[in-house]
């Protein structure tokens, strides 16, 4: 198994169907308690935990998935209000060396439980139509919104899986 990618990499389906949309929904919707559930056991030692060499530790992963995940929100509501916009990327591997990543993960597992009670309240709301509506990277790459979904679904039970191989190093 490849550290990186616990759960494999991301296959960013082309054909979607509606049952597959519910389950990544029931996926996000269910993260944030995933996450609370696994912080309950945390100290300050296995905060600092990586899964592999040179990785980002424990606290560094979930305000990482709580800034991916706004990025993610926010990707969606520009897709359903404006015409394929073209959306930002980040640095995320300098936002992993800011400031606020050395705050208690207690204010990013607040932030994700708030967002992902807006976030699949939206998509659980999405007519079929606003499914198929996209956005754009810089490079060109076009992603619906029913194949966002996938990504994000994915995205957090990924760094969830690095959390667990970092706690059980």
């Known amino acids: 198994m490849d550290s990186r990618y616990p759960i494999g990499q991301f296959n960013c389906p082309n054909e979607v169907q509606e049952t597959d949309i519910q389950m ?23 905060l600092t935990k990586t899964y592999r060499e040179n990785s980002w530790n424990v606290r560094q992963l979930i305000h990482h998935i709580a800034d991916s995940h706004l990025n993610g929100y ?34 990013s597992l607040q932030l994700l439980e708030s967002l992902h009670e807006r976030w699949t309240y939206l998509l659980e709301n999405l007519t079929a139509t606003q499914l198929q509506r996209t956005y754009q990277y810089p490079d060109g790459m076009k992603m619906r ?21 970092a706690l059980n190093n």
Do not use: F
């Open 145 to 165: 919104i029913e194949q966002s979904i996938a990504l994000y679904a994915w995205h957090g039970n990924h760094h969830l899986a690095h959390i667990q191989q």
């Open 74 to 107: 926010m990707r969606m509501k520009l897709a359903l209000t404006e015409e394929n916009p073209i959306v930002k990327t980040y640095e995320e591997s300098e936002w992993a060396t800011l400031i606020d990543y050395e705050m208690p993960i207690k204010v």
């Open 24 to 46: 990544w929904i029931t996926e996000m919707t269910a993260l944030p308690s995933r996450l609370n559930a696994l912080a309950e056991s945390l100290d300050e030692w296995k």
